[in-house]
């Protein structure tokens, strides 16, 4: 339950620090870049810890958290242009 918890947490940091480093202006507002922010940082957590790449907890698993979050914002903007 913690380990959810805490991804979460994270999740919502990290969506708003991919927020801050993507350039341009998405045009969404705080509440969908959170959401995005947890489903990246829930994808890249679970499958950097799958892949034997970081164990739970670690900073690799921040960083890669931020560039999940970093990629479903680009994949969202993609989607939303269209």
């Not at 739970?56 to 479903?72: D, E, K, M, T, Y």
């Not at 680009?74 to 939303?80: E, P, S, T």
Request: charged letters at 10%.
């Amino acid at each position: 339950m913690m380990s959810i918890l805490g991804t979460l947490i994270i999740g919502l940091i990290a969506g708003f620090v991919a927020r801050a480093l993507k350039p341009g202006d998405d045009g969404m507002g705080w509440i969908m870049t959170a959401v995005l922010g947890v489903l990246g940082s829930f994808v890249a957590s679970y499958l950097g810890a799958a892949l034997g790449l970081y164990a739970p907890g670690q900073a690799a698993g921040f960083i890669a958290s931020v560039i999940g979050a970093v990629v479903l914002l680009v994949i969202y903007g993609l989607i939303k242009k269209k």
